[in-house]
T-cell receptor, first 113, second 113 residues
Framework: QKEVEQDPGPLSVPEGAIVSLNCTYS??????FMWYRQYSRKGPELLMY????GNKEDGRFTAQVDKSSKYISLFIRDSQPSDSATYLC?????????????FGKGTKLTVNP | IAGITQAPTSQILAAGRRMTLRCTQD?????MYWYRQDLGLGLRLIHY???????GKGEVPDGYSVSRANTDDFPLTLASAVPSQTSVYFC????????????FGPGTRLTVL
């Protein structure tokens, strides 16, 4: 089993839809959870960052972490064509002082106008 | 320079040739990373450096070497390129600490024939 599992999609939704993106993980030591957004032919950029369990909201984006289920989600409300990108989850522990991230494979999202 | 730069943007290389991918950051980040991104496999860590003068192996280090002579530069060298090293390579950097976002460069598209 991979440390981080993410459905690669592709996911296609109409403009204005609510989008749900998810990752599961197996390493219970993960404490820091991130979502990166990657536009075509660009480098990933950080979208959301959460620590431990709970919700975090930033505009149209909400990140949820459920450590008991080892499951994280990113919700996008009122999705826009500009949200079309690949979304990667990432997580890390601080065991051994490591700064390394473990990434999911990414979910490609297309929002159709 | 603002952020992370990578060079070249793209390269076609004959198998067996030596190639160095360059990465420079101007954010004075301690930690730097090299990833490769392949369709269906996501981002995989090749090598990393937590501080100038130190390096470590990631998930897929074979066939690659790195050096970290100073804070700003983190070159990745393919000593003898093989077709399986065809990929998009991303350099990233971060400060050290718990809330340390990784900033990514624009990537280098490498094709080994």
């Amino acid at each position: 089993q991979k440390e981080v599992e993410q459905d690669p999609g592709p996911l296609s939704v109409p403009e204005g839809a609510i989008v749900s993106l998810n990752c599961t993980y197996s390493n219970s030591a993960f404490q820091y959870f991130m979502w990166y957004r990657q536009y075509s032919r660009k480098g990933p950029e950080l979208l959301m960052y959460t620590y431990s369990s709970g919700n975090k909201e930033d505009g149209r984006f909400t990140a949820q972490v459920d450590k008991s289920s080892k499951y994280i989600s990113l919700f996008i409300r009122d999705s826009q064509p500009s949200d079309s990108a690949t979304y990667l989850c990432a997580m890390k522990s601080l065991q051994g002082g490591s700064e390394k991230l473990v990434f999911g494979k990414g979910t490609k999202l297309t929002v159709n106008p | 320079i603002a952020g992370i730069t990578q060079a070249p943007t793209s390269q076609i290389l004959a198998a067996g040739r030596r190639m160095t991918l360059r990465c420079t950051q101007d954010m004075r980040h301690n930690a730097m990373y090299w990833y490769r991104q392949d369709l269906g496999l996501g981002l995989r860590l090749i090598h990393y450096s937590n501080t100038a003068g130190t390096t470590g192996k990631g998930e897929v280090p074979d066939g690659y070497s790195v050096s970290r002579a100073n804070t700003d530069d983190f070159p990745l060298t393919l000593a003898s390129a093989v077709p399986s090293q065809t990929s998009v390579y991303f350099c990233a950097s971060s400060s050290t600490g718990t809330n340390n976002e990784q900033f990514f460069g624009p990537g280098t598209r490498l094709t080994v024939l």
